[in-house]
């Protein structure tokens, strides 16, 4: 199978500290990650799309300032929410196409991140 | 612009019957392909089935099948045979070509499925 770990599984910081959320492609290498935001019972709203070596390419409106996104290596992305506030709150999903695969294969996604700011 | 609706905010069926959600997009490019993903109450998303914008037959994966009509521009997903183990959201998505990158999903509001016993 294609399995992609996101770690952590949840977190909990304070208001004004920066949170990093790791995105691995475990058995096999992804030349593309993308990251969503999902508010509860809502749809998933896409960040940013990142490719290895290259800065991400942040949606409309995504603040590309407070969420850092790193792709530097074929199985590594991370985002970094940079001074969160509660509004920040959210799950985040980030998700990898297999390199070598066509434009329509299936995206791989890791298990989310639940992000509480107190 | 790309779009991609989905207008059941919930369904409810009983199980062991077959279930319809509905999902319509909007889209220029003359290619494009289509998916449907199960997000549980954990919020992991499992791929269920997809749909080309070429393809000719409708897809089908098990109990899973798209009812592509393109014409109307809608893909909605019948599930046969429920069981309880369906309950979940369930998302239509779309992908939108981005230049030399491939593409990026865009994902419609989501059906909340409930399967009664």
């Known amino acids: 199978g294609a399995v992609v770990s996101q770690h952590p599984s949840w977190v909990i910081c304070k208001s004004g500290t920066s949170v990093k959320i790791e995105c691995r492609s475990l058995d096999f290498q992804a030349t593309t990650m993308f990251w969503y935001r999902q508010f509860p019972k809502q749809s998933l709203m896409l960040m940013a799309t990142?490719?290895?070596?290259?800065?991400?390419?942040?949606e409309q409106g995504v603040e590309k300032d407070k969420f850092l996104i790193n792709h530097a290596s074929l199985t590594l992305s991370t985002l970094t929410v940079t001074s969160a506030h509660p509004e920040d709150s959210s799950f985040y999903i980030c998700?990898?196409?297999?390199?070598?695969?066509?434009?329509?294969?299936?995206?791989?996604f890791g298990n989310g991140t639940r992000l509480t700011v107190t | 612009a790309q779009k991609i609706t989905q207008t059941q905010p919930g369904m409810f069926v009983q199980e062991k019957e077959a279930v319809t959600l509905d999902c319509t997009y909007d889209t220029s490019d003359p290619s494009y392909g289509l998916f449907w993903y199960k997000q549980p109450s954990s919020g992991e998303m499992i791929f269920l089935i997809y749909q080309g914008s070429y393809d000719q037959q409708n897809a089908t994966e098990g109990r899973y099948s798209l009812n592509f009509q393109k014409a109307r521009k809608s893909a909605n997903l019948v599930i046969s045979a429920s069981q309880l183990g369906d309950s979940a959201m369930y998302f239509c998505a779309m992908r939108v070509p981005i230049y030399n990158q491939g593409g990026k999903l865009i994902f419609g509001q989501g059906t909340e499925l409930s399967v009664k016993p």
């Open positions: 998700s990898a196409r297999r390199q070598g695969t066509s434009y329509n294969s299936p995206l791989h």
């Open positions: 990142s490719n290895e070596g290259s800065k991400a390419t942040y």
